[in-house]
């Protein structure tokens, strides 16, 4: 079935730079994506979010850049802190009524001091 | 608005054991979903419902079981506990109007 991918299981930042973390997508028919974030024992929690007919969209220290023709899909955070330490998922809606979420498998950012 | 609650937060089960994991929300969301989150691994969706009165398989449906009587409720249900489903057990909501998920706080089983 149709799955969505990320390149790097881990990565590591110092506090203050800036992170980018991938993702790639197999389903050429999505129209909708959404960076989540996962702390230790929690739910998913909303990021930032983005539509097929847009290229970029930028939020409080986060920015989303979707590249459809290599169906690619990027979270950049810009200055990063302590609290961005977590676990970073991407996620397609599926069209279709059920508005069905595909997840990929993650990227755990650690920021270090 | 409490959102999407979840019970239990944590339940240990022998080997086929059946239990049932609750999910309410109160945000009169029509579609809710249960997902599973295996170790190191993004979430993977088990059965979801559009509304009252109806749902449907997704990709790892076996072993699970749903009902949807409500709006509010739709709890995932495990009549033989087996090892495989060991994982952490998400419940989650949406409005039809738009992309807002809502996820709960999860379900961390254990079956031994």
């Known amino acids: 079935g149709e799955s969505v991918g990320l390149h790097l299981p881990t990565l590591s930042v110092q506090e203050g730079d800036n992170s980018i973390i991938n993702c790639a997508y197999s389903n050429s028919a999505s129209d909708y994506f959404i960076w989540y974030k996962q702390e230790s024992g929690k739910g998913p929690q909303f990021i930032i979010d983005i539509r097929s007919n847009m290229d970029k969209r930028q939020g409080q220290r986060v920015t989303v850049l979707l590249n459809k023709t290599v169906k690619h899909l990027s979270l950049q955070i810009a200055a990063t802190q302590p609290g961005d330490s977590a676990v970073y998922f991407c996620a397609e809606v599926l069209r279709g009524g059920a508005q069905k979420l595909v997840f990929g498998q993650g990227t755990r950012l650690t920021i270090n001091p | 608005n409490a959102g999407v609650t979840q019970t239990p937060k944590f339940r240990i089960l022998k080997i086929g054991q059946s239990m049932t994991l609750q999910c309410t929300q109160d945000m009169n969301h029509n579609y809710m979903y249960w997902y599973r989150q295996d170790p190191g691994m993004g979430l993977k969706l088990i059965y979801y419902s559009v509304g009252a009165g109806i749902t449907d398989k997704g990709e790892v449906p076996n072993g699970y079981n749903v009902s949807r009587s409500t709006t509010e409720d739709f709890p995932l249900r495990l009549e033989l506990a087996a090892p495989s489903q060991t994982s952490v057990y998400f419940c989650?909501?949406?409005?039809?109007?738009?992309?807002?998920?809502?996820f709960g706080s999860g379900t961390r089983l254990t079956v031994v």
């Open positions: 989650a909501s949406n409005p039809r109007e738009n992309y807002g998920y809502t």
